[in-house]
């Protein structure tokens, strides 16, 4: 069984940091495209980062450029999105996603057939 799971999300001051981790099973995370998306309140999907498995190219949006950052730790099958000087309108639920599409500049990871259940990130004013 495929399956991946968030963590990492919690309430955070506007202004602080909080490190997201994505950890898979019944899939090897660093042979396939891999990406973060957001749902905000009120507000449409937001792709905030893709890697895109083809070429090794990496995509972040416009909002979260210079802020957040990607890393993995290949031994432990898992990804990470480091979140740095979140304001309010960083709230959300993030997920994680596997086996998608990536495409720049965008982003976005189109096809997904792996997400994850999504962890929280509620960041107060």
């Known amino acids: 069984q495929t399956r991946l799971v968030e963590s990492g999300g919690g309430l955070v001051q506007s202004g602080g940091s909080l490190r997201l981790s994505c950890a898979a099973s019944g899939i090897t995370l660093n042979k396939y495209s891999v990406a973060w998306v957001r749902r905000a309140p009120g507000k449409e999907r937001e792709w905030l980062f893709c890697y895109g498995i083809g070429d090794g190219s990496t995509y972040y949006a416009d909002s979260v450029k210079d802020r957040f950052a990607f890393s993995r730790d290949n031994a432990n099958n898992t990804i990470f999105l480091p979140m740095n000087t979140l304001p309010p309108d960083d709230t959300g639920v993030s997920y994680c996603a596997a086996q998608c599409s990536c495409?720049?500049?965008?982003?976005?990871?189109?096809?997904?057939?792996?997400w994850g259940q999504g962890t929280q990130v509620p960041v107060s004013s």
């Open positions: 495409l720049g500049p965008g982003p976005v990871c189109t096809a997904v057939p792996y």
